[in-house]
């Protein structure tokens, strides 16, 4: 599925009228726990330190319980046992916490445990962790200083597929008919176009709704085309690389097949072929150490990523 090719998508788009009245009213539907507000706020200010982290998450017991149980795992083979937040943030890591943190108040808010038979629900969370990861490994490789950048591309891996999201959280019947379509053989976009369920337009309306920043906004609606996009431009051809190689190492979605116009994204970034080869390295071995966390996150067991030792190539094909 070439992005060329897509219908670019737009707020005006035809949505199913039942999913824009309720996303219209987002204030019964579902809301943001305060704490993942606080910590998306947090985590967009360059300045943020382990102990603000610290503060936001020591308000939330259950979220705080969860980051010290995660602090004592066997992959980090302590030998006394975590009890407090700040000595969890020094064990895990800062920035490897702060995806942590932000996934976890997200995987509360959208329970997608009961998924209809043959999609994944846990595994669309690890694609979004995938995304988050790898954007935010590219912008410190890339752009060191830029840690606000580094935080936006953190968040906007999370919230990329905010569609899917809440259609399978709120909306099961409408996601049943999308999968039932393309399980028939229809494309997705086919499907999504049919039912009026484009997945982007619909995380869109949402973040829209919520006053997310316009930068997420972008990310959403254009993350399959980012040649559509006015403005975020990098913030947006930075998700659609990320999404792209998480995808091919093993962490995509399965009703989607993500592939992109590389030379538009190396254009927008400024990378060279060469340097993407090195940082895709890079990347593979840091996924390989922090996925384990990922799998605990989501209630899992640890799985191999045998799609980790594919080839470069493969990798970077279009």
């Keep these: ?8 998508p737009t707020l005006d788009m035809s949505v199913d009228l039942q999913v824009k009245q309720r996303l219209a009213d987002i204030g019964r539907l579902v809301s943001l726990p305060p704490t993942t507000f606080r910590l998306l706020s947090l985590l967009m200010s360059e300045k943020t330190s382990a102990r603000e982290l610290q503060g ?4 939330d017991p259950g979220l705080a319980a969860k980051v010290i149980s995660l602090s004592n795992s066997a992959m980090y083979a302590v030998r006394d ?3 407090t937040i700040d000595r969890a943030i020094t064990i895990i890591g800062f920035k490897e916490l702060e995806i942590i943190a932000l996934g976890i108040g997200l995987t509360e808010t959208f329970d997608l445990k009961k998924v209809p038979p043959g999609f994944d629900g846990r595994g669309l969370w690890l694609h979004c962790l995938a995304v988050s990861w790898i954007a935010r490994e590219l912008v410190l490789a890339l752009w060191p200083r830029q840690t606000q950048e580094a935080s936006e591309a953190m968040i906007g891996g999370l919230l990329h597929e905010l569609g899917i999201i809440i259609l ?7 996601f049943q008919q999308l999968l039932d379509l393309v399980n028939s053989g229809q494309d997705l976009r086919q499907a999504e176009e049919t039912l009026g369920l484009r997945h982007e337009v619909v995380g869109c ?13 972008d990310v959403i609606l254009y993350h399959h085309v980012p040649q559509a996009a006015k403005k975020s431009q990098r913030a947006v051809a930075l998700i659609t690389l990320a999404d792209n190689l998480a995808f091919r190492t093993g962490y995509g979605v399965s ?18 072929v060469d340097r993407l080869q090195d940082l895709v390295k890079k990347i593979l071995t840091s996924i390989t150490k922090v996925q384990p966390l990922w799998d605990q996150v989501m209630n899992g067991k640890s799985r191999r990523q045998e799609e980790n030792s594919t080839s470069l190539s493969s990798l970077l094909k279009k």
């Design 1 to 8: 599925m070439n992005s060329g090719s897509q219908t670019v």
């Design 205 to 217: 309306l949402l973040a829209k709704n919520w006053d997310l920043p316009q930068v997420f906004q």
């Design 255 to 272: 009703i989607e097949n993500v592939q992109i116009d590389l030379p538009y994204i190396l254009n927008v970034l400024d990378l060279s």
């Design 81 to 83: 046992s975590i009890s």
């Design 56 to 59: 936001v998450l020591e308000q």
């Design 168 to 174: 399978i959280a709120k909306f099961p019947v409408h």
